[in-house]
């Protein structure tokens, strides 16, 4: 059974190397290990070690960032669009304090 973790890694690689239009193979040379071994990490069918995972987001043009888990909601929450934002990073108030 395939970990859901594990399937959504593999789903950005695919999508972020086909909008590179990358084949496999081009994306498996640049991370230095094999076209099946690749396919395996981008099906979400084989985890990969954290070296490998990092050489095949920097063929990519990725990063990898840890973060602690209570602060999931928050970073989700930036990386959402919403109607807001074309909001100002502050507004000042009528008595000269700033919102932040």
Same mark, same amino acid.
């Given at each position: 059974? #395939?970990?859901?973790? $594990?399937?959504? @890694?593999? +789903?950005? /690689? ?34 990969? #070690?954290?070296?490998? $995972?990092?050489? @095949?987001? +920097?063929? /990519? ?40």
């Amino acid at each position: 059974m #395939r970990s859901e973790a $594990l399937l959504q @890694i593999g +789903r950005l /690689l695919k999508t972020k190397r086909k909008g590179l239009r990358l084949t496999q193979e081009q994306v498996a040379g640049m991370a230095g290990i094999s076209r099946p071994r690749y396919r395996e990490i981008e099906t979400g069918s084989a985890a990969a #070690r954290t070296t490998t $995972l990092i050489n @095949i987001a +920097r063929a /990519l043009g990725l990063e990898i960032m840890l973060i602690p888990q209570a602060m999931v909601p928050a970073v989700d929450a930036l990386l959402r669009p919403n109607d807001d934002d074309d909001l100002p990073a502050f507004m000042s108030r009528p008595d000269g304090d700033t919102d932040v």
